[in-house]
């Protein structure tokens, strides 16, 4: 099993931005995709962006490039998303989200995923 416990939510302004952070731990975690995804009430959970194991390769949404960014330490087992210029759409529970598979691309599907954090709500308001 793989456990990921996200951090860092908050409320902010418009305009002001967060870092949200992900600790992977367990024996199953080897350094594989890990991606953010957010899910806004009444709405489908929806993919934010996600990065390599080890190439750090990385991939945002495009309505999202500008603004956020996303990075990983495996000496720490953590990934993170930076968000800045925050606007009240983005106001959603983000989760953390890594596949057991060794995909070669990064998955933007929910049901390509396996192991999901429990969520930290951000919250931005106008």
């Known amino acids: 099993q793989v456990q990921l416990v996200e951090s860092g939510g908050g409320s902010v302004q418009a305009g002001g931005s967060l870092r949200l952070s992900c600790v992977a731990s367990?024996?199953?975690?080897?350094?594989?995709?890990l991606a953010w995804f957010r899910q806004a009430p009444g709405k489908e959970r929806e993919f934010v962006g996600g990065?390599?194991?080890?190439?750090?390769?990385?991939y945002i949404l495009d309505s999202l490039k500008g603004r956020f960014t996303i990075s990983r330490d495996n000496a720490k087992n953590t990934l993170y998303l930076q968000m800045s210029g925050l606007k009240p759409e983005d106001t959603a529970d983000y989760y953390c989200?890594?596949?057991?598979?060794?995909?070669?691309?990064?998955?933007?599907?929910?049901?390509?995923?396996?192991?999901w954090g429990q969520g930290t709500q951000v919250t931005v308001s106008s």
């Open positions: 990065i390599s194991g080890s190439e750090n390769r990385t």
């Open positions: 989200a890594s596949p057991k598979i060794l995909w070669a691309h990064i998955p933007s599907t929910p049901h390509d995923y396996d192991y």
């Open positions: 367990g024996r199953a975690f080897i350094p594989n995709i």
